[in-house]
């Protein structure tokens, strides 16, 4: 029984429970999220450095050293992409 969890469920052998929470996405437009906090939050392993590349525009070096010329250029592109009604970037 996982009382604690769901209350009345019993879990037999060979079953599984699957529980899916809200995971909140955060605050505001990540593209506004100051880089450095990014860059802190790829160091802390909360993040990647493909996600912080896809989601955030924020480009690291494999060694999470802050390449702020490359995410300027990258946040642009991510925007204008992003207001593009053709979509074509």
Same mark, same amino acid.
């Given at each position: 029984?996982?009382?604690s969890k769901v209350p009345?469920?019993?879990i037999r052998a060979g079953e599984r429970f699957v529980c899916i929470g809200p995971a909140g996405g955060g605050y505001g437009n990540p593209l506004a999220r100051?880089?450095?906090r990014v860059r802190d939050?790829?160091?802390d392993g909360l993040l #990647?450095?493909?996600v912080a590349r896809r989601a955030y525009g924020v480009v690291l070096t494999s060694t999470g050293v802050l390449r702020e010329?490359?995410?300027a250029r990258l946040r642009s592109e991510m925007i204008n992409a992003r207001t593009d009604p053709?979509? #074509?970037g």
């Amino acid at each position: 029984m996982l009382r604690s969890k769901v209350p009345h469920m019993q879990i037999r052998a060979g079953e599984r429970f699957v529980c899916i929470g809200p995971a909140g996405g955060g605050y505001g437009n990540p593209l506004a999220r100051e880089p450095a906090r990014v860059r802190d939050d790829v160091a802390d392993g909360l993040l #990647s450095v493909e996600v912080a590349r896809r989601a955030y525009g924020v480009v690291l070096t494999s060694t999470g050293v802050l390449r702020e010329d490359e995410t300027a250029r990258l946040r642009s592109e991510m925007i204008n992409a992003r207001t593009d009604p053709m979509g #074509s970037g």
